[in-house]
């Protein structure tokens, strides 16, 4: 597979659509871009988190009271290689700050998130 912007392009949707799904509640959004086993793994509030798509969809559905209509995030890198890439992204849900490591895999034409480790920045 060769590198294009076009693959870029699709990786960064990708992304758009996993920032925007989980600021605004969005449950079919985040079905969409993430794999059913993907994982989200990282401290919050204390503890150590470790949920599958699922839970990890309930989390933001219980924690987002008020959608974010415009939610802000910031591309710091991406690599690929082949049909896997990685991402790290700045942004900001629910007013904290975070840094994930997205993990994606190109499968039947779709750029998907296999996993994510988020580290949530001090107030």
């Not at 925007?20 to 994982?39: I, S």
């Not at 959608?67 to 007013?95: C, T």
Request: aromatic share 10%; hydrophobic share 45%; net charge negative.
């Amino acid at each position: 597979m060769m590198k294009s912007v076009d693959q870029y392009s699709e990786i960064v949707a990708t992304v758009r659509d996993y920032v925007e799904g989980m600021c605004n509640a969005d449950a079919e959004k985040l079905r969409r871009v993430m794999h059913p086993k993907a994982c989200s793994i990282g401290h919050f509030e204390g503890g150590l988190e470790w949920d599958d798509t699922e839970a990890f969809i309930a989390v933001v559905a219980d924690m987002v009271e008020n959608p974010d209509p415009d939610p802000w995030f910031r591309i710091k890198s991406i690599h690929m290689v082949g049909d896997m890439a990685s991402v790290q992204i700045e942004n900001y849900w629910l007013g904290m700050l975070f840094d994930d490591m997205l993990t994606l895999l190109k499968h039947n034409g779709a750029w998907m998130i296999v996993s994510k480790v988020f580290y949530q920045h001090p107030s």
